[in-house]
Nanobody
Framework: QVQPVESGGGSVQPGGSLRLSCLVSGWMYSRYCMAWFREGPGKVREEVAGIDSDGRTRYADSVKGRFTISQGNAKNTLYLQMSNLKPEDTAVYYC????????????????????WGEGTQVTVSS
């Protein structure tokens, strides 16, 4: 059974950094897309960043230049390095995975991802 599990959330001051990790147990697909989404207070779930099995990446405009998505050597791990964090980055961050899909020029849609973690809270506040 495929199950993503996030870790690494926490509280940080503006300008600080955090690294989120996601371990996707039971992952056996060679072609896929994995992504980070977030859901802020009173907001809908939105894309943060995605990566596919060919190494293509995409980022939401709001995080470009500050966040970096990557995978470990084991392709069932996903990371999000977050730098220069802002209060508006406060949200629950979710790891998602989808087999047989790829990064395109289109924004990532949460409804197209099959597997989800339970989320990890990131709070940016002074």
């Amino acid at each position: 059974q495929v199950q993503p599990v996030e870790s690494g959330g926490g509280s940080v001051q503006p300008g600080g950094s955090l690294r989120l990790s996601c371990l996707v147990s039971g992952w056996m697909y060679s072609r896929y897309c994995m992504a980070w989404f977030r859901e802020g207070p009173g907001k809908v779930r939105e894309e943060v960043a995605g990566i596919d099995s060919d190494g293509r990446t995409r980022y939401a405009d709001s995080v470009k230049g500050r966040f970096t998505i990557s995978q470990g050597n084991a392709k069932n791990t996903l990371y999000l390095q977050m730098s220069n964090l802002k209060p508006e980055d406060t949200a629950v961050y979710y790891c998602a995975a989808n087999p047989y899909s790829a990064i395109t020029a289109e924004p990532l849609r949460p409804d197209l991802f099959l597997y989800w973690g339970e989320g990890t809270q990131v709070t940016v506040s002074s």
